[in-house]
């Protein structure tokens, strides 16, 4: 069965049939000793083991990477409107620590992973965004100690389906290393 190319190019049915059609192609002409097959998958090898070369070396990756397991500050306006999200008051400085939350807009649930301090001061607000962190929740627990230079601890919570149609009742205890910007999750055995 042959498709011409003006029938529905876009079309995942089409683009199925196309590499169904070219896989044939493949099984049945991987024998041929043909110079135009030789030179066709002699080129197509070189591009492929360029790209895995490319891939391999690139520093792009490398760079994007850091990123993401990066912590970032950045100063923003006030968080949106939410509830259920746990506010508690720095022990060493003039801030205040706001995290997660939900918000319902009358069809959909929000359910919020920020971590916000405000810095009363200088009236602003910091998001800060940690790599590893945990899940969006709301009606979690938080409280915030002055020791080994302060650590954010949240507990448990839950996370609603955009549509409410799904609940999940989180048992689970994170910690927030302040004076490293590090998240990690407290992996100690559970109790009841």
């Known amino acids: ?90 022990p060493d400085k003039e801030q205040l620590i706001l995290y997660g939350g939900e918000y319902f807009n009358g069809q959909r649930t929000l359910i919020y992973n920020d971590l916000f301090f405000y810095n009363i001061p200088n009236d602003t607000w910091t998001v800060v965004k940690a790599p590893a962190g945990p899940p969006p929740r709301c009606g979690h627990q938080m409280v915030v100690t002055s020791a080994n230079k302060g650590q954010l601890w949240i507990f448990g919570g839950e996370f609603a389906s955009p549509t409410q149609s799904q609940f999940y009742h989180y048992r689970d205890l994170w910690v927030y290393h302040i004076a490293e910007k590090k998240m990690g999750e407290n992996n100690r055995p559970k109790r009841p």
């Open 1 to 90: 069965m042959k498709f011409s190319t003006e029938s529905r190019p876009s079309s995942p049915f089409y683009l199925f049939l196309k590499l169904k059609n070219w896989s044939k192609w493949v099984r049945k002409n991987k024998d041929k000793k043909g110079k135009g097959t030789q030179k066709t998958m002699a080129k197509t090898e070189k591009k492929l083991s360029n790209k895995m070369k490319k891939g391999a070396t690139s520093s792009w990756g490398e760079k994007e990477e850091r990123k993401r397991l990066q912590v970032t500050e950045t100063v923003v306006d006030p968080p949106s409107r939410r509830l259920n999200f746990s506010f508690v008051a720095h």
